[in-house]
């Protein structure tokens, strides 16, 4: 398989891996999965401070990662399409089989 990938593209590659590489940001990917949540709820999930959570949280709307929709109840974030929660599903999949090395 070929990757056909310009200037312009790798640099947005990068910027997005670098933006998911932290652990807690992938944490926070993978329950905002299928959902839509407050940064308490999240700051919950993953064991953070809320003021840790909306660092990390800017930073993945800051790169299109995540969408913030304001309710009554106060901000809730979001996976910002479907086509974006599909791949990065599909990317926090493979991550185990990639670590134990047993991605043929």
């Known amino acids: 398989m070929t990757i056909d990938l310009n200037e312009q593209q790798a640099h947005e590659a990068a910027k997005l891996l670098q933006a998911i590489a932290h652990p807690k940001r992938l944490l926070l990917l993978a329950v905002l999965s299928d959902r839509q949540l407050s940064a308490g709820r999240l700051a919950a999930a993953v064991g953070l401070p ?12 800051e790169i299109g990662v995540l969408t913030v929709s304001a309710k ?3 901000m809730r974030f979001s996976i910002a399409s479907p086509e974006t929660a599909f791949k990065l599903m599909e990317i926090l999949a493979v991550l185990p089989a990639l670590i134990s090395g047993n991605l043929a």
């Open 72 to 74: 009554s109840a106060g």
């Open 50 to 61: 809320p003021g840790m959570v909306y660092k990390h949280l800017h930073k993945l709307v």
